[in-house]
Nanobody, 117 residues
């Protein structure tokens, strides 16, 4: 299983950014999603989407981040709007293959998002 992320970068407060993560080497999945880890902090769940069912975002990003999945491409997207400096972190996508929506069976390498004026 390989997850390849793209879309990170340096943006200013209030900007938008979209992250993408494509999985290969799998035959379907149960869920895909994103965690993030800010410097000196623990890794936190951001959003997840099952292959069947509703998407979910955590309260910390609700109203500003949305997650979506392209099942045909095994790709998960994280659309981030109105970014704040506290969103600065390494964002890692994950895939779950066995039926637990937020438990990772594989991780991407991570993509840095920096929000700074």
């Amino acid at each position: 299983v390989q997850l390849v992320e793209s879309g990170g970068g340096l943006v200013q407060p209030g900007d938008s950014l979209r992250l993408a993560c494509t999985a290969s080497g799998i035959f379907g999945f149960y869920a895909m999603g994103w965690y993030r880890q800010a410097p000196g902090k623990q890794r936190d769940l951001v959003a997840w989407a099952p292959s069947i069912g509703s998407t979910n975002v955590t309260d910390a990003v609700k109203g500003r981040f949305t997650i979506s999945i392209d099942l045909a491409q095994d790709t998960v997207y994280l659309q981030m709007h109105n970014l704040k400096p506290e969103a600065t972190a390494v964002y890692c996508c994950f895939v779950n293959l066995h039926g637990s929506s937020t438990l990772a069976d594989a991780w991407g390498q991570g993509t840095q998002v920096t929000v700074s004026a």
